[in-house]
């Protein structure tokens, strides 16, 4: 990939992985990932609401951006692959729905529970 060509702002060296295969090992993620450059740093998602999620972090973003073109849609283990570029205004807002969801539920059981009385 030639380094003159024009990036579009959204592209970065931090890639969002969605639906990764429970069994995949941490040596698979790099042997898939590390194909398209040098890679920093994988995380993989532990949590309850995190798992089949990880976050690649490449040494440079045309190494991102050719993972992603070659990546996204790819099968692992009969599961396609989603791959986002990561955005810290795309998690916050997921995370203020979260919030938001969690403040409905809330006022709706206090209100059944007032209806109750």
């Known amino acids: 990939m030639s380094r003159k060509q024009r990036i579009p702002p959204e592209v970065n060296r931090i890639l969002y992985v969605r639906n990764l295969p429970p069994k995949v090992t941490s ?41 992603l073109e070659a990546l996204n849609g790819f099968n692992v283990a009969g599961r396609y692959l989603i791959i986002l570029y990561y955005s810290p205004a795309r998690m916050q807002a997921k995370t203020d729905l979260k919030k938001k969801q969690q403040e409905i539920d809330r006022l709706r059981r206090m209100a059944a529970k007032n209806e109750e009385e």
């Open 27 to 67: 040596e698979e993620m790099y042997d898939i990932f590390g194909e398209f450059g040098g890679i920093r740093q994988i995380r993989r998602g532990n949590a309850h609401d995190s798992r089949g999620t990880a976050f690649v972090v490449y040494e440079d973003i045309y190494g991102a951006k050719a993972a």
